[in-house]
C-alpha cells in the first residue's frame, strides 16, 4: 500500500518567514494530494490540495508542489503568522484503491 | 456548509466492553471512511466503505472491528472488545469522489480504562 514520509517533524519560524514541508509518497499510480491543518483537539481541516496533472498550485500565502517523477510534494506557507501554528499533515490517494494515507505530520510554530 | 456530525464527542469504556462510534455523513456523499489518531501520533486509516460495503481496510482493522451503514443516513464503526491501545481519537469522513475531498467529522474521542 501507500507509504507517505513527511519532514520535518516539528519546524519553528520568525513570524513573516516562510515555511516549507516536505513529503514523499511511494505508490506512483497516486494522484491526489491533499494538505491538512489539524489545531489543538479538532478535526483536520483541507488547505490546500493538487492532483498529479498540474505542477504548483497556490491560494493566497499557501501553495503546494508536485514532482511526479521524484514522487515528492511540498507545502509552502509564505509570511507566516502565529495563527499559521498547527499540526500539518499531507496524504496521498490513487484512484484504484479507496483509501488515503497520511504523513506523520509537522508541528509548526510560528514566533511573533 | 454541510458537515459531518459524530457522536459522542468523548466515550469512556471498560477494557473488554463493546463500543459504537456514530457519524452521519453529508447527505449526497457516497464514500466513507473511519480514521484513528492516537494522542499525537499521525492519522491512521482504518476503513473506507462503498455501495454498502467495504472497499478497504488497513492492517489496523481486525476482527475487532465492524462497520455499517444501518440507515440511509448513519455510519458507525464498533469495536467489539475495546482495548487499552484502542484509546484514541477517531474520525469520521466522507466524499462524494472516492478518496478525494475528504470532510472530516469533529471526532469521538475514545478512552478505555
Known amino acids: 500500500g501507500e507509504n507517505v514520509e513527511q519532514h520535518p517533524s516539528t519546524l519553528s519560524v520568525q513570524e513573516g518567514d516562510s515555511a516549507v514541508i516536505k513529503c514523499t509518497y511511494s505508490?506512483?499510480?497516486?494522484?491526489?494530494f491533499p494538505w491538512y491543518k489539524q489545531e489543538l483537539g479538532k478535526r483536520p481541516q483541507l488547505i490546500i490540495d493538487?492532483?498529479?496533472?498540474?505542477g504548483e498550485k497556490k491560494d493566497q500565502r499557501i501553495a503546494v508542489t508536485l514532482n511526479k517523477t521524484a514522487k515528492h510534494f511540498s507545502l509552502h506557507i509564505t509570511e507566516t503568522q502565529p495563527e499559521d501554528s498547527a499540526v500539518y499533515f499531507c496524504?496521498?490517494?490513487?484512484?484504484?484503491?479507496?483509501?488515503?494515507?497520511f504523513g506523520a505530520g509537522t508541528r509548526l510554530t510560528v514566533k511573533p | 456548509e454541510p458537515e459531518v456530525t459524530q457522536t459522542p464527542s468523548h466515550q469512556v469504556t471498560q477494557m473488554g466492553q463493546e463500543v459504537i462510534l456514530r457519524c452521519v455523513p453529508i447527505?449526497?456523499?457516497?464514500?466513507f471512511y473511519w480514521y484513528r489518531q492516537i494522542l499525537g501520533q499521525k492519522v491512521e486509516f482504518l476503513v473506507s466503505?462503498?455501495?454498502?460495503?467495504?472497499?478497504?481496510k488497513s492492517e489496523i482493522f481486525d476482527d475487532q472491528f465492524s462497520v455499517e451503514r444501518p440507515d440511509g443516513s448513519n455510519f458507525t464503526l464498533k469495536i467489539r472488545s475495546t482495548k487499552l491501545e484502542d484509546s484514541a481519537m477517531y474520525f469520521c469522513?466522507?466524499?462524494?469522489?472516492?478518496?478525494?475531498?475528504?470532510?472530516f467529522g469533529s471526532g469521538t474521542r475514545l478512552t478505555v480504562v
Open positions: 469522513a466522507s466524499t462524494r469522489q472516492g478518496a478525494s475531498g475528504y470532510t
Open positions: 505508490d506512483s499510480a497516486s494522484n491526489y
Open positions: 493538487i492532483r498529479s496533472n498540474v
Open positions: 496524504a496521498a490517494s490513487n484512484p484504484f484503491n479507496n483509501d488515503m494515507r
Open positions: 447527505s449526497n456523499h457516497l464514500y
Open positions: 466503505f462503498y455501495n454498502n460495503e467495504i472497499s478497504e
